[in-house]
């Protein structure tokens, strides 16, 4: 079996590795890293969502998209996830999609509109 440096490592080794690929503005790479971590530990939000947001971060936003998708529909209060799920649908041109999403982010954030 081929390993790669993309795939080599413990799961704690490989999310370290991809933070570092993130933290450089290398999303391309931190998705290479994570998507395998992601297959290996589906139900762990951190990964997760640092491969929601390398696509993002990389207009990949489809596939951000989808992975959002996931983690809010297992944690429908996941304020992080809600407000990227947002953003992502705004950089698709789909703002009525997007509001929802906004609003609940913005509600779980604690941030109500003055009247």
Known sequence: METTYYDHGTPA??????RLFF???DYAGAARVLTGLVEEVPEQTGPRLLLARAYYHSAQLRRAEAELRIIVQRDPV???ARLMLGRTLQ???R???AAPHL???AALAGDF???
Do not use: N
Not at 13 to 18: G, H, K, Q
């Open 23 to 25: 933290d450089a503005e």
């Open 78 to 80: 996941e304020h992080y």
């Open 113 to 115: 509109p003055e009247e």
């Open 91 to 93: 950089r698709q041109a």
């Open 103 to 105: 609003r609940i982010a």
């Open 95 to 97: 703002h009525d999609e």
């Open 13 to 18: 080794e490989r999310w370290e590795r991809a």
